[in-house]
């Protein structure tokens, strides 16, 4: 190599690796350093670092890419994982419906063949003796056993000193179908005399259905009211029955007079006998009755648990009048949830109910 070679050479070195790579020795080595270039030993060097920087460059990129690929993965699982447990919360939801459902469904078939019996007791002095009323309503000719056995054998245990209806033993839909009710009526008449007043689905059923029932029940001997009295002697005890059928909107045309001359004809106990309670929202507020029996109301269909009745149609919803006792003015008043159901709608959690009322003067 001529000197001018060598020279070219030298210059070109530090210009890039491949000049580099054809010079040698220490000399060149220095001059390289000195003038800032890379000697073949440390090009060398260098070339295993890149090597290996790139090698860590490659593995990291992999490894990024498979944190991703796993990041990815594991977002899928866990939405999956949140779709699954979402649908088996909707499925457990939908299980315990359909179990409260049928718990409802089952509590409801077993209750409507059921009967339970209230007691209340009335304190009067009016009575010499003890007196036991049994108060039954609202049958809607459902039967309780074959031809309502079970009911009258409830009743006869009871041992009543009289037994009264207050009405909707029938169904107005089906106003010539009472056989049910002329047989249980006559059947209870053995046990003690039977007081029946008349409901809405008996009057209506007569008004405008043609139905007999009124003059069959009586024709069966027993003692159907319709805005009537019967004076009544119980051991020493002299009590007047009176049957109000009217109902409270055509009260003051047609129920007034009656009531008036009833309540007024005598001092006795006056046991009054009116399907609706709602005649204690005004109309017969004002009279002094010992004591009212009423019905019509079915407890408010569906009793929930601390609240009481849920709906009856005249009164809406959470009626105020739908069971058991109550004082107004200078009267007293129980109402009977009843027995059976006039619509589509179930009795729920509303066992069909006895009646019994204990007035005595102690
Ligand atoms: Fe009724």
């Known amino acids: 190599m001529s000197d001018k070679e060598e020279k070219l050479n030298i210059d070109a070195e530090p210009m890039g690796d491949n000049a580099a790579t054809d010079s040698g020795g220490d000399n060149a080595e220095t001059a390289n350093a000195a003038e800032g270039g890379v000697s073949p030993r440390r090009r060398g060097k260098f070339s295993v670092r890149r090597a290996v920087q790139s090698k860590k460059e490659k593995k990291n990129k992999t490894d990024k890419k498979n944190k991703r690929n796993k990041t990815k993965k594991a977002d899928g699982t866990d939405n999956a994982d949140k779709k699954g447990r979402k649908r088996k919360i909707i499925t457990a939801a939908a299980v315990i419906a359909a179990m ?40 809607h000719l459902k039967e309780f056993g074959k031809d309502n056995e079970y009911l009258i054998h409830e009743v006869d245990k009871l041992s009543p000193d009289i037994i009264t209806l207050v009405g909707d033993m029938n169904m107005e839909t089906k106003p010539d179908k009472y056989d049910v009710v002329i047989n249980l009526c006559v059947k209870l008449n053995e046990i003690a005399p039977v007081y029946y007043s008349l409901g809405n689905h008996e009057i209506d059923a007569m008004l405008f259905k043609n139905s007999n029932i009124y003059k069959d029940v009586k024709k069966a001997g027993i003692k159907i009211m319709n805005n009537e009295t019967d004076t009544v002697t119980i051991g020493g005890t002299t009590m007047d029955i009176i049957g109000l059928t009217q109902n409270p909107k055509e009260f003051e045309e047609y129920g007034k007079a009656f009531f008036d001359k009833a ?25 002094n009755i010992d004591l009212a029996l009423a019905g019509h109301a079915h407890g408010g269909q569906v009793r929930l648990p601390w609240i009481g009745g849920l709906y009856s149609a005249d009164q809406g919803f959470f009626p105020k009048l739908c069971d058991g006792y109550h004082e ?35």
């Open 100 to 139: 409260l459902v049928a718990a409802i469904g089952i509590s409801v078939i077993i209750d409507s063949h059921s009967l339970e019996k209230s007691f209340y007791q009335v304190k009067s002095n009016k009575v010499t003796d003890n007196i036991r009323i049994v108060c039954l309503s609202d049958m």
């Open 263 to 287: 309540m007024s004809a005598t001092d006795n106990f006056k046991l009054v006998l009116t399907h609706y309670p709602e005649q204690f929202f005004g109309t017969l507020d004002d009279y």
């Open 328 to 362: 107004i003015g200078n009267s007293r008043l129980l109402i009977t949830r009843g027995l059976g159901k006039s619509g589509f709608f179930p009795r729920i959690f509303n066992k069909p109910e006895i009646m019994v009322v204990d007035i005595g003067w102690y």
